[in-house]
């Protein structure tokens, strides 16, 4: 009788718990972008990488040293890894596979293998169940103890329970998945570029995994595009394919691995001759754009170990002002990449890590590594010393110049630029200023726009090439000037020139509008570039967009249209028929005052692209090589890519 009772209360609870798991996976359905981010471009790649993590995991405990990605034909992707194969056994609590269990029970991830290293987890941790829940059809086949077994899904539902399909002699899992649909409404399509960067980006942060991807829609030469990407060195890799396109200063990167408090950490870092300051971290395979407590702690220990050792050197004798954290930066290039068991991931995009602990792991393995590296190379440690000195005393020199821009913006009695036009509206979250290239044209953008929220500032021909002018040249060119003050962002601290005040913002909306040419895209470049290395939080906040002018004017009789590309052009001539005309649009200027604010300036009908940095380390590449010395890149890119495909989304 009681076992009779407890039997049932045992049934009740496992029902209990499969609804349990059925509200999870319908959650997941309902509310997508608590658990991806959002359901556009990025939340249909974050799928990919979500199952590719599960295989890095297993690659990481040491079971598995390959990892595949196949876009296939109809945009679903497979997974495949040498691993040990996801276990099929029946989970003794749930009474179904363990595979059924990572695949339908959401945070199920690798709860029930606890004692395996497991840091890697996608941005939230969520695990393949999600990317399930979020499929119209996923098939899971595992290769272990010489079978193959098979479960497929709808919806994140098991249309089976797990079977064998077959023998083999392999072990490892394959994971294939078509994004649903209706939840993913608006983009379908893989782009193999950004899972392509992925690839070789987890390459770099694992190193001796062989990864690799191929696309099954696109055929060069009879063969299917594809990748293979392995590292052998890691982030000493990483540094010399980010400064591709920059000279260094040293002869090799100086990097350091190993485990500080428990934490795995890796550093490295090079000089070079630019003036820029590029460092990226990661925290399990994550890129943290907003930093934390590991960036905190790299600083920390760059600046500390660099000045002790400048100090008893006795370079800084005649130096007559004290050295800045800015000044140890300058040119330099690093990476920081830490395998943290609990992350605390805060800040607007949930890339800023909070671990208090990690910043004095990495302060200490950064300073050990530096200090070593100083001691046996002093060659190296005096150039490095020299640049920093050369960069303090730039800054030091460019006091004024950025007194001069500090007290235009910081007090509103110099006034705003006399070429700007501004809006009548107040309120900045619904104010709107476009950047215009040339007199002439922001001249029919002033007459086109609606003045009550829109505002004017044109810029005269090429602004300044920031890539490679020192801060004080920045600071005194008169177009920059005019930009912080139109937009009322006021600049840091002489000790932290990137710590800028948004407080003051006058406009939420920045664009960028220049002709839809590939001097056009130049200028655009130039101005992003800017942005990108003085104002990268108005990036990061979307404030940045790029307007998009049509490049022709289709005509008939009475009826016109506007077209954004040749092929929009095409279709008009066809639908039009015989005797339609075509205007071309070279530039802005050649358009009036209504055109421009039909197609390019009214709401209703514009289309803007918002700047984004959704991978910080493809941006600061495609800039360095934008607008870095090497020319032969630069014009190929410009002419491959007239539009910055790369830079924004
Ligand atoms: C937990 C235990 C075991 C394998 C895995 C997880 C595993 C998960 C994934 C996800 C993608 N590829 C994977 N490969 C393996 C195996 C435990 C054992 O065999 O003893």
């Known amino acids: 009788m009681s076992e009779e009772i407890n039997k049932n209360k045992n049934k009740n609870k496992y029902s209990a718990d499969s609804i349990q798991a059925l509200e999870g996976m319908e959650h997941v359905r309902k509310r997508p972008s608590m658990y991806i981010g959002d359901v556009g471009v990025r939340g249909l790649h974050h799928l990919v990488y979500e199952v590719v993590d599960n295989s890095i995991d297993e690659a990481m405990a040491g079971h598995c040293n390959e990892i595949n990605v196949s876009i296939n034909e109809d945009n679903s992707i497979t997974v495949t890894d040498n691993g040990r194969g996801i276990p099929v056994g029946i989970h003794k609590k749930e009474g179904v596979s363990a595979l059924e269990v990572v695949m339908t029970k959401i945070g199920a991830g690798g709860k029930f293998d606890k004692d395996s290293y497991k840091v890697s987890g996608g941005l939230h941790g969520v695990g393949v169940s999600v990317v399930n829940a979020l499929s119209d059809h996923l098939t899971a086949k595992v290769y272990r103890d010489g079978k193959i077994w098979i479960q497929e899904y709808e919806k994140g539902k098991a249309l089976y329970p797990v079977k064998t399909d077959g023998k083999t002699d392999k072990t490892g899992t394959e994971v294939t998945f078509r994004p649903d649909k209706s939840i993913f409404t608006e983009f379908h399509d893989y782009s193999y570029e950004t899972l392509?960067?992925?690839?070789?980006?987890l390459s770099f942060l694992n190193k001796g995994i062989v990864l690799?991807?191929?696309?099954?829609?696109?055929?060069?030469?009879g063969e299917f595009v594809s990748e293979t990407f392995k590292s052998n060195e890691g982030l000493k890799e990483f540094i010399?394919?980010?400064?591709?396109?920059?000279?260094?200063?040293?002869?090799?990167?100086?990097?350091?691995?190993?485990?500080?408090?428990?934490?795995?950490?890796?550093?490295?870092?090079?000089?070079?001759?630019?003036?820029?300051?590029?460092?990226?971290?990661?925290v399990n395979n994550i890129n943290t754009h907003e930093g934390g407590t590991h960036l905190a702690g790299f600083r920390r220990g760059l600046t500390s170990t660099l000045k002790k050792y400048a100090d008893s050197s006795g370079m800084l004798d005649k130096l007559k002002f004290e050295i800045a954290g800015d000044d140890f930066r300058e040119g330099l290039t690093a990476i920081i990449s830490v395998k943290v068991a609990e992350p605390q991931f805060e800040g607007q995009t949930k890339t800023k890590l909070g671990n208090r602990e990690v910043n004095s792991a990495v302060s200490q393995a950064v300073s050990e590594m530096l200090e070593n590296y100083l001691e046996e190379n002093p060659n190296d440690a005096k150039i490095i010393v020299d640049k920093v000195i050369l960069a303090a005393q730039a800054r030091h020199a460019a006091r004024k110049a950025r007194e001069m821009v500090q007290r235009k913006t910081v007090m509103s009695g110099g006034g705003l630029p006399g070429?700007?036009?501004?809006?009548?509206?107040?309120?900045?979250?619904?104010?709107?200023?476009?950047?215009?290239?040339?007199?002439?044209?922001?001249?029919?953008?002033?007459?086109g726009r609606d003045r009550?929220?829109?505002?004017?500032?044109?810029?005269?021909?090429?602004?300044?090439n920031v890539e490679k002018?020192?801060?004080?040249?920045?600071?005194?060119?008169?177009?920059?000037?005019?930009?912080?003050?139109?937009?009322?962002?006021?600049?840091?601290?002489?000790e932290d020139s990137k710590a800028l005040n948004l407080e003051k913002l006058r406009?939420?909306?920045?664009?960028?509008?220049?002709?839809?040419?590939?001097?056009?895209?130049?200028?655009?470049?130039?101005?992003?570039?800017?942005?990108?290395?003085?104002?990268?939080?108005?990036?990061?906040?979307?404030?940045?967009?790029?307007?998009?002018?049509?490049?022709?004017?289709?005509?008939?009789g009475a009826k016109k249209q506007y077209a954004w590309d040749d092929n929009e052009r095409d279709k008009l001539m066809e639908e039009f028929g015989q005797g339609s005309t075509i205007q071309r649009y070279k530039g802005l200027g050649e358009m009036n005052a209504i055109q421009l604010w039909e197609t390019t300036m009214n709401p209703e009908?514009?289309?803007?692209?918002?700047?984004?940095?959704?991978?910080?380390?493809?941006?600061d590449r495609v800039f360095s090589m934008l607008m870095g010395d090497e020319v032969p890149p630069r014009r190929e890119f410009i002419e491959k890519n007239a539009t910055y495909a790369n830079i924004d989304v």
């Open 452 to 464: 009550n929220f829109q505002a004017i500032l044109p810029l005269r021909g090429k602004i300044l």
């Open 605 to 619: 009908f514009r289309t803007f692209r918002k700047v984004t940095i959704d991978n910080a380390v493809e941006a």
């Open 212 to 221: 690799s991807i191929t696309d099954k829609r696109t055929k060069v030469d």
């Open 196 to 201: 392509s960067n992925r690839m070789r980006e």
């Open 419 to 447: 070429k700007l036009s501004d809006c009548s509206e107040q309120d900045p979250e619904l104010c709107e200023v476009f950047l215009v290239e040339g007199d002439s044209a922001g001249g029919t953008a002033k007459q």
């Open 240 to 282: 010399r394919f980010l400064d591709e396109n920059r000279e260094p200063l040293t002869s090799d990167v100086i990097s350091m691995e190993g485990e500080k408090k428990n934490i795995p950490v890796e550093v490295a870092m090079i000089y070079n001759t630019s003036f820029s300051e590029n460092l990226h971290s990661y």
């Open 469 to 494: 002018a020192m801060q004080h040249k920045v600071f005194e060119n008169q177009e920059i000037i005019n930009i912080y003050t139109a937009l009322g962002v006021t600049i840091g601290t002489e």
């Open 507 to 556: 406009y939420h909306k920045i664009v960028i509008m220049c002709d839809a040419d590939v001097d056009g895209s130049h200028i655009a470049t130039l101005i992003l570039t800017f942005f990108f290395r003085y104002m990268k939080e108005l990036i990061e906040n979307g404030n940045i967009y790029i307007a998009t002018p049509p490049l022709y004017l289709v005509k008939k």
